[in-house]
């Protein structure tokens, strides 16, 4: 008698599958995979088997799919990890809900996002948890061209992640600060941060082409236009030749 488990178990394989082979050149086949999953759990009665599916579909749809497919996901993640009382689960969420809300342009979903993330980092009480607070508000910063107010909170993050030994607090604090100074247009503060990004991005196994961006950019913000355009082209043909080996 099949009484769902051998289903449980696709469904949850098929999503870690899907986020393993994030990111890829060839994104259709993880997005494939964890559509197929969390079909598989539209009627799930297990919160668990949801919450695995959830974590694995959510960090494939991440960056490939657009947020009005990411969010109901990463909602389902948040009142799943609530009920089965997982704070950790529930900062992940509303990480990504902040980011989801954010990306679909709405303004009021992502305070409140952020906000709750704030509480809930803060009722935890650890720093591993709680440097990420400042950076969020820094991101929501950045549309308004509260620039300084930006420096500020990434001030804030860093300080909270001293505290910690989280080699992912300092990537994601060091190239969130580059791209608020790119979009802000301090262009010799852009130059200054330059370096401190390229060592944190080149620990990243699967991000061959940021150090490419990031220098391209700022030799552009330089109006070096030639040589920030002759490794972007190289960077496309590259890409180009790596889809067409994945098909």
């Known amino acids: 008698r099949d009484d769902g488990a051998d289903t449980r178990r696709r469904a949850r394989v098929l999503a870690r599958l899907a986020a393993a082979l994030t990111p890829s050149a060839t994104p259709d086949e993880p997005l494939r995979l964890a559509r197929a999953a969390l079909a598989m759990t539209l009627n799930e009665s297990d919160a668990r088997t949801r919450i695995d599916v959830d974590v694995g579909?959510?960090?494939?749809?991440?960056?490939?799919?657009?947020?009005?497919e990411r969010i109901p996901v990463n909602e389902r993640l948040l009142r799943d990890a609530r009920a089965v009382g997982d704070r950790v689960l529930r900062l992940r969420a509303l990480t990504r809900l902040a980011c989801d809300y954010f990306e679909r342009g709405d303004v009021a979903a992502v305070d409140a996002?952020?906000?709750?993330?704030?509480?809930?980092?803060?009722?935890?009480?650890?720093?591993?948890?709680?440097?990420?607070?400042?950076?969020?508000?820094?991101?929501?910063?950045?549309?308004?061209?509260?620039?300084?107010?930006?420096?500020?909170?990434?001030?804030?993050a860093r300080r909270i992640a001293a505290e910690v030994s989280d080699p992912n607090a300092e990537r994601c604090i060091e190239f969130h600060r580059f791209s608020m100074l790119l979009a802000a247009g301090r262009t010799?503060?852009?130059?200054?941060?330059?370096?401190?990004?390229?060592?944190?991005?080149?620990?990243?196994?699967?991000?061959?082409?940021?150090?490419?961006?990031?220098?391209?950019?700022?030799?552009?913000?330089?109006?070096?236009?030639?040589?920030?355009?002759?490794?972007?082209?190289?960077?496309?043909?590259?890409?180009?030749?790596?889809?067409?080996?994945?098909?």
């Open 57 to 68: 579909v959510g960090a494939a749809l991440t960056d490939f799919a657009p947020p009005d």
């Open 113 to 156: 996002a952020i906000a709750a993330r704030a509480d809930l980092a803060d009722a935890i009480g650890h720093p591993r948890y709680q440097w990420a607070t400042p950076l969020m508000r820094s991101m929501r910063a950045m549309p308004d061209g509260r620039f300084d107010d930006c420096e500020a909170e990434i001030a804030e």
């Open 188 to 247: 010799q503060d852009l130059v200054a941060q330059q370096a401190a990004t390229l060592r944190v991005v080149d620990s990243l196994p699967d991000a061959l082409w940021l150090p490419t961006l990031i220098m391209a950019s700022v030799a552009s913000r330089l109006g070096d236009h030639q040589s920030a355009a002759r490794p972007l082209r190289a960077l496309g043909a590259g890409a180009a030749v790596a889809a067409r080996t994945a098909r």
